[in-house]
């Protein structure tokens, strides 16, 4: 018996990463997965994008743990078309049950590209409140509450000391996402649907571990882990997603409303 058997998950960004990291771990205490990757490449981010191929890999490891998964190709700055995909998969798998709204990008970049203050903002405060607007409906109707984890970031609870347009939007979108996180809170509260947000430090992902990443924190002074309190440079996708297994759960059913920092002593040491 899992934590999470016969619920259904919602993820963002599920293709690789921190999102593949989540639907395994959540299929492994019995939920199905509903999830969605945008599956190409912005030209603002100088790093390379999921893929397709990624999408089927994350799919065929959640069927191998005995779970049902659907997943599409969907972008969250694209309202419409997040909830035609949010639509089919209820269809497909029948409920909604949890929502992790985790896609995001980092052009950390030294260099400057004209789209990165409005790419950033679009994917990672923009598709939060895209997919917030979508998930929310469904999820009243459905009745029994439910659990909503907004993917923030240490940068969402501390400054940033640079004045590259990715970075400014990504400090800025992570502090956006914690404003819709309180709000939502308080408005879901009387059906019963928690929402909190987890704040990662560096995670051990293609988003950071990357040369423009590094090139760009070695412009700012700082090295991969940027000062963890712990003797680790930085966290793995699992830690995150054992932390969001235990929001989501019944073992954390009045909890709502949280910044939970997974960061290794990060902010405390700001």
């Known amino acids: 018996m899992g934590s999470l058997d016969g619920k259904v998950a919602f993820i963002t960004g599920v293709a690789r990463g921190q999102g593949r990291s989540h639907a395994l771990r959540l299929a492994a205490e019995g939920a199905d997965v509903l999830g969605i990757d945008i599956c190409a490449q912005l030209e603002s981010v100088p790093y390379a994008m999921a893929t397709r191929d990624d999408l089927r890999s994350t799919a065929e490891a959640v069927e191998a743990l005995g779970r049902r998964v659907w997943t599409a190709v969907a972008d969250v700055r694209d309202a419409d078309g997040l909830g035609k995909a949010l639509t089919a998969g209820i269809d497909h798998l029948g409920r909604l049950d949890i929502v992790l ?14 789209d990165a203050w409005r790419d950033v903002i679009d994917v990672n405060l923009t598709g939060v409140q895209n997919t917030l607007q979508a998930v929310a409906p469904a999820m009243i109707a459905q009745g029994g509450g439910g659990s909503i984890v907004i993917t923030s970031s240490t940068m969402g609870l501390a400054g940033v000391g640079t004045d590259k347009p990715g970075a400014l939007a990504y400090a800025a979108s992570k502090h956006g996402v914690v404003g819709l996180m309180r709000a939502y809170a308080n408005l879901l509260a009387p059906h019963s649907i928690r929402v909190n947000t987890v704040h990662p430090a560096g995670v051990g992902t293609a988003m950071v571990v990357n040369p423009a990443m590094q090139e760009y924190l070695e412009s700012i002074g700082t090295q991969s882990g940027g000062g963890n309190a712990l003797p680790v440079d930085m966290i793995e996708p699992i830690d995150v997603s054992n932390a969001i297994a235990w929001l989501v759960s019944d073992a954390a059913r009045y909890v709502t409303g949280v910044t939970l920092p997974v960061d290794a002593g990060y902010i405390n040491r700001r």
Do not use: F, Q, R, T
């Open 101 to 114: 709204a985790n896609a995001g990008i980092a052009p950390m970049s030294v260099s400057d590209h004209p």
